[in-house]
Structures are given as structure tokens and as C-alpha cells.
């Protein structure tokens, strides 16, 4: 996981591996668990990604003992609990313009803490918006050059009629 | 441009984020089935100018089926409802009729 850096007009940058856990099942079910938040969103850790799929970060350390607790909290239902660290990579955007120009997403109407799950380019990913207007973006693992690469090009140059 | 609202995710789809997936409510033959019927399943397909029901898949996005009704002459989206269904709910007819007043699509009018 190689962390790296791109400064142009906006600044793109490949984070250090994350714990990620996925979590699947009924959202009632899912509720006992964890604090399921609203459709589309990210609240706090969890990010919700299908009417069945949760996606829980946490520090990659923290990882095995996550995992533990939500499965005892889950007993007794239909769930998956597993860790996809390993399988996905993430970047941080300064910009939502650079965004735009790779995903059909109207980015500049998305709020904060707004979590989509979308293309980039050719590859499958979802991002979401933080507090202070910047992004993250994950990935697959197996394609984060392809993304490294695709998102510092569209970083590299401002589009001006679209600014303001 | 096609814009589908997945109603699994609730989030707007462009065309490029789905995967099509054929035409809508099908009946499936299978063992046992007589011949014309089993060609049927197999090759006869729809090919309306006009309202069509049709399947598509959120794959970029929360990888569930949907259905969608749109007009294959405008590309105007009537509605999008569940996967789950084994012709178009009353609703979307609704909307299909309001629009397009004497559609015929198969044996639903």
C-alpha cells in the first residue's frame, strides 16, 4: 500500500491502509450491531453501501477485535461479517471538481457526510464528502493505480468556467 | 442520456452506471416445456418503438436488479420499481397510460 501524494490544481493524496469491514444482512438484524445510518449516507464510521451491506472503518490495528464484536453481537442472525482491508484502497480529494470530471455524480449538490457509491472512469468505487469539503475515495486494491492515475491527471489542471 | 432511479438505493443512475439486462417479465420455460414454447423464452423478444419494460442492474452502485418502464422512441422514464414483481404494478401502468394512452406492450394494455 503505497501512500503518495499529487499537488496540483487540487491535491490528491493515497491514505494509509484502513481497517474495513463489510457487514451484511437484514438492516434490522444489522441494527443490534452497529448504528445503522441513513441511505446514502456515512455516519461516524459506518457507511451504508446497499439495502443489505454496511461498511464499518476502523484503525487497521483494531481490525480482529471489531470483527469479534459484531459477530457476537450479530448470533443468531443471517449475517457476514469480514474484513476487506486487504482488498480496497483510499485516496483523499481536496476537490469535488476533480470528482466531476470522473464520475457521473452532480458532485457540487452533494453535502457533507453525503456517501455515494458510483464509477470512476472504468472503475467500481464510492466516495463521500467530509466536514471540510474534501473527499474520500475507496477503491479495489487491485485497481488503485488505475485510480492513482485517472485522479491525479484530472487533478492536474483546474476547470475554470466551472469554478465559483 | 438515460437516468434511472435505482429504487433499491434511492440514488440517480446514469445509463453508464447500470447494466442492462434485457427485457422485463419473462416467463420462463424450462425441462419439460414444449419446444415453442421453450424457443420462445429462449429468443422472442419485444422490439417496441414506443413503452417497454426492461430489466437493469445498479452495478456501479448497490449491485441490486430493478425494473424500469421508459419509451424507446424519447427515452422518457415512466417509473422504476422492485425486481420482485412478475409484471408492472398498478402505479406505473398509471403513469405509463397518463403518457402514452393506448400502449400495448405483450398482453398488458
Given at each position: 500500500m503505497s501512500e503518495r501524494v499529487f499537488e496540483g490544481a487540487a491535491t490528491v493524496r493515497q491514505l494509509p491502509q484502513r481497517g474495513m469491514i463489510t457487514v451484511r444482512g437484514d438492516m434490522t438484524d444489522l441494527a443490534k450491531a452497529v448504528k445503522v445510518p441513513a441511505q446514502g449516507t456515512v455516519a461516524g464510521n459506518v457507511a451504508w453501501m446497499s439495502p443489505d451491506e454496511l461498511l464499518v472503518m476502523c484503525p487497521h490495528e483494531e481490525v480482529g477485535a471489531q470483527i469479534d464484536a459484531l459477530r457476537a453481537k450479530l448470533i443468531g442472525t443471517h449475517h457476514l461479517v469480514e474484513d476487506v482491508s486487504d482488498a480496497r484502497a483510499i485516496f483523499e480529494i481536496s476537490d469535488g471538481e476533480t470528482l466531476a470530471k470522473l464520475c457521473?455524480?452532480?458532485?457540487?449538490?452533494m453535502e457533507p457526510g453525503r456517501f455515494r457509491r458510483t464509477r470512476l472512469a472504468q472503475i467500481a468505487c464510492a466516495f463521500w464528502k467530509k466536514e471540510d469539503g474534501s473527499f474520500e475515495l475507496v477503491c479495489f486494491s487491485s485497481v488503485a493505480d488505475y485510480a492513482w492515475g485517472v485522479l491525479s491527471n484530472a487533478a492536474a489542471t483546474p476547470v475554470a468556467h466551472f469554478s465559483g | 442520456m438515460l437516468i434511472l432511479s435505482c429504487p433499491n438505493c434511492g440514488e440517480l443512475k446514469d445509463e453508464t452506471e447500470l447494466s442492462a439486462g434485457g427485457e422485463a417479465h419473462l416467463t420462463r420455460f424450462g425441462p419439460g416445456s414444449s419446444d415453442s414454447d421453450f424457443e420462445g423464452y429462449l429468443f422472442n423478444r419485444e422490439n417496441p418503438k414506443g413503452v417497454h419494460f426492461e430489466r437493469w442492474r445498479c452495478s456501479s452502485g448497490c449491485g441490486k436488479w430493478f425494473h424500469a418502464a421508459r419509451c424507446?422512441?424519447?427515452?422518457?422514464?415512466?417509473g422504476t420499481y422492485s425486481a420482485q414483481v412478475t409484471e408492472p404494478p398498478q402505479e406505473i401502468r398509471d403513469v405509463v397510460s397518463a403518457k402514452r394512452p393506448g400502449w400495448t406492450w405483450r398482453d398488458l394494455s
Open positions: 457521473p455524480v452532480d458532485v457540487a449538490r | 424507446t422512441a424519447t427515452n422518457e422514464v415512466f
